[in-house]
């Protein structure tokens, strides 16, 4: 991979709490943990200290969305076009 970018999972960094990815997929937040343990929950969930938590890569993918490239100079050129719409 270019040096100069990442995937945008990789920007999002922090995995995510079961009960915020549940909301984002549609599904009941108090039914998320009885899918998780089922198996049938949308996309992987991994246990960090006790909590369900799932990493950006895997919402995204379960979200039907892509994980593009992303560019840190790209980053600085929305940056700075978008001051210049203040």
Same mark, same amino acid.
């Given at each position: 991979m270019n040096p100069s970018g990442m995937r945008l999972s990789q920007w999002l960094g922090e995995p995510m709490p079961l009960r915020k990815v549940a909301d984002l997929l549609g599904v009941d937040a108090a039914k998320a943990c009885h899918l998780v343990r089922a198996g049938?929950?949308?996309?992987?969930?991994?246990?960090?200290? $006790?909590?369900?938590?799932?990493?950006p890569a895997d919402?995204?993918?379960?979200? $039907?969305l892509d994980d593009p490239i992303v560019r840190i100079v790209d980053l600085l050129a929305g940056a700075d076009f978008a001051r210049s719409w203040e």
């Open positions: 049938r929950f949308p996309c992987r969930v991994t246990k960090e200290r $006790g909590k369900y938590v799932v990493l919402v995204l993918a379960a979200m $039907g």
